[in-house]
T-cell receptor
Framework: GAGVSQTPSNKVTEKGKYVELRCDPI?????LYWYRQSLGQGPEFLIY????????DSGLPNDRFFAVRPEGSVSTLKIQRTERGDSAVYLC???????????FGQGTRLTVV | KQEVTQIPAALSVPEGENLVLNCSFT??????LQWFRQDPGKGLTSLLL?????REQTSGRLNASLDKSSGRSTLYIAASQPGDSATYLC????????????FGEGTQLTVNP
C-alpha cells in the first residue's frame, strides 16, 4: 500500500481482556517496528522485526505483550490480561532496511477501562 | 543509555517568523537522526533524515543540521505558517543498538495567524 496501515484506529477494552492490534507495512519494507506513546511523551520502542523474526524485543514491558510477523509482512501486537496502564497509542513503523528512513502509521489508540 | 532532549517543550510564534527547534542526545555514537512532525491524534510524518556523515539536510522551508560530536541537531523552519503548528519530534538511531529509534519528548509549536 501507499503507507503504513494500522487497524483498528481505536480500541476500547475491559481490564483483563485480550487484544490484538494489526499493522500492514509499506510493501517491500523488511523492517517493522512497534512503539507505544503516552500522552505528552515521545514514542517508546517495543519490538523490531527484520523479516519474520524479532531482532530486538527488549522494549516489551512484560510477558503479557507479544508480537508476531509470520510471513514477513503484516504484524500483530498481542496484549493479554490488559491493564489500565496499557492505555496508550500504539504506533507501527516500517523501513526498507534496518537503518533507513522509518515511516509510521496513524496508530491505534487503546483504552482499557 | 541514549537519552534525547528537546528544547523548548513548547513554542508560540507569529506567522512569518523563522524559528529553530533544538534536539540534543547523550551518546554521540549514532547512525542517523530523523525529524518527525505529529499532528494531534495522528501518527508521525517523517520530515528529514540525516545520516551521521552528513552536516545538514533541506526540504522546502525546513533545514536540519547535525553536529554529531557535540550531540546536537537543530530544525530550522523558515517563514512559519499556521499550518506548521504541530509537535516536532527528533529521534536518533544508535550505531550499536540495531535499528531502534530513541525519541525526544517533542516541541509543541503553535504558529499564530
Amino acid at each position: 500500500g501507499a503507507g503504513v496501515s494500522q487497524t483498528p484506529s481505536n480500541k476500547v477494552t475491559e481490564k483483563g481482556k485480550y487484544v490484538e492490534l494489526r499493522c500492514d507495512p509499506i510493501s517491500g519494507h523488511t523492517a517493522l517496528y512497534w512503539y507505544r506513546q503516552s500522552l505528552g511523551q515521545g514514542p517508546e520502542f517495543l519490538i523490531y522485526f527484520q523479516g519474520t523474526g524479532a531482532a530486538d524485543d527488549s522494549g516489551l514491558p512484560n510477558d503479557r505483550f507479544f508480537a508476531v510477523r509470520p510471513e514477513g509482512s503484516v504484524s500483530t501486537l498481542k496484549i493479554q490480561r490488559t491493564e489500565r496502564g496499557d492505555s496508550a497509542v500504539y504506533l507501527c513503523a516500517s523501513s526498507r532496511g534496518r537503518e533507513t528512513e522509518a515511516f509510521f502509521g496513524q496508530g491505534t489508540r487503546l483504552t482499557v477501562v | 543509555k541514549q537519552e534525547v532532549t528537546q528544547i523548548p517543550a513548547a513554542l508560540s510564534v507569529p506567522e512569518g517568523e523563522n524559528l529553530v527547534l533544538n534536539c540534543s542526545f547523550t551518546d554521540s555514537a549514532i547512525y542517523n537522526l530523523q525529524w518527525f512532525r505529529q499532528d494531534p491524534g495522528k501518527g508521525l510524518t517523517s520530515l528529514l533524515l540525516i545520516q551521521s556523515s552528513q552536516r545538514e539536510q533541506t526540504s522546502g522551508r525546513l533545514n536540519a543540521s547535525l553536529d554529531k560530536s557535540s550531540g546536537r541537531s537543530t530544525l530550522y523552519i523558515a517563514a512559519s505558517q499556521p499550518g506548521d503548528s504541530a509537535t516536532y519530534l527528533c529521534a536518533v538511531r544508535r550505531e550499536t543498538s540495531g535499528s531502534r529509534l530513541t525519541f525526544g519528548e517533542g516541541t509543541q509549536l503553535t504558529v499564530n495567524p
